[in-house]
């Protein structure tokens, strides 16, 4: 199964966040895009097993959107 991950940028705080539909619990937030990617491996399995007892997931679908003002 597939799991989509949303990273986006928020400008006003300066940091990354990560966000899913299909993963219920994840907000994270980090000032690197790739520590946010490692921490968002690390929490998904655990929010999966945790809220809708499922096995670890067998793939997560990262998208990034930074937008920015010119």
């Known amino acids: ?5 949303r990273l986006w940028w928020d400008e006003d ?5 990560a966000d899913s539909p299909d993963v219920p619990g994840l907000v994270l937030e ?5 520590a946010l990617i490692e ?6 399995p ?10 670890k997931p067998a793939r997560l ?6 937008q920015v003002a010119l």
Request: aromatic share 14%; glycine share 6%.
């Open 1 to 5: 199964m597939e799991y989509n991950v």
């Open 13 to 17: 705080a300066g940091v990354w966040i």
């Open 30 to 34: 980090s000032g690197s895009f790739d």
């Open 39 to 44: 921490r968002v491996r690390f929490a998904v």
């Open 46 to 55: 655990e929010l999966l097993s945790l809220n809708m007892s499922a096995q």
């Open 61 to 66: 679908c990262f998208r990034s959107e930074r």
